[in-house]
């Protein structure tokens, strides 16, 4: 579901962007129509930078479902490994589609094959602990304080 938000969100802004590009265009005599070309991938991949290696370590259709991605460690990821994750999970898509189902399937960790490569974690920030405690993303907790990692 989240996948697909994201989807819905990035249709909204290349049509917002697709427009401001015509006018562009218009202004430079056809010039600017160019831009057409590159609108697509390069609102994705803006997309996932500002996103996914943003404070939330979420893109919005992650925030919305309570999802963030995290380095193996804990760690947030950075802009430029956003874009690699994003990368290849298309890459990895448009090459080897089942393959990267299946091994999140025989996965401990059910990591996908980019999240392995890339050594990133998709965690569920929505979880409650056992005693009532609710996990922050920043390790703390409410309630009684203790740390989770």
């Given at each position: ?102 091994v999140s399937l025989f996965n401990e960790r059910k990591q996908m ?37």
């Open positions: 579901m989240a996948y697909l938000l994201d989807l819905l969100f990035i249709a909204i802004l290349v049509v917002i962007l697709g427009a401001i590009v015509g006018v562009i265009g218009v202004i430079t005599l056809g010039l600017g129509w160019l831009l057409y070309g590159i609108l697509v991938p390069a609102t994705a991949i803006l997309y996932i930078a500002f996103t996914l290696g943003g404070p939330n370590c979420a893109t919005p259709g992650m925030n919305i479902m309570g999802l963030q991605m995290r380095l193996w460690y804990g760690a947030k990821p950075y802009m430029l490994l956003a874009v690699m994750h994003g990368l290849l999970f298309y890459g990895f898509n448009v090459i080897l589609t089942p393959f990267i189902v299946l094959l980019h999240d392995i490569v890339l050594g990133t974690v998709v965690i569920n920030t929505s979880v409650n602990v056992p005693d009532g405690r609710y996990y922050e993303p920043t390790g703390q907790t409410t309630g009684q304080g203790h740390d989770l990692r």
